[in-house]
């Protein structure tokens, strides 16, 4: 009896887990800083040049955000 409730709880586990990741979209991104970042700009804030102090590609991508070298050229693809 203690083995079927055991049971019923793993199924009942597996089944949130695999509904609940469909609707999750979680991305994990590395702690560092870009150097060659000199400004960047983001969909939410139009064409405002933002100055991030550290910040790098995939940080800038989950937040809408494009970063930007000193000469003007995009950094991330």
Do not use: H, W
Request: proline share 4%.
């Amino acid at each position: 009896m203690g083995s079927n409730k055991v049971g019923v709880i793993t199924l009942l586990l597996l089944c949130v887990f695999l509904v609940g990741s469909n609707y999750v979209e979680a991305q994990i991104c590395p702690q560092f800083c870009e150097p060659n970042v000199d400004y960047m700009t983001c969909s939410s804030s139009g064409s405002t040049i933002l100055r991030p102090t550290c910040i790098n590609c995939c940080q800038a991508r989950g937040r809408g955000c494009q970063l930007f070298r000193r000469d003007g050229s995009a950094l991330c693809n």
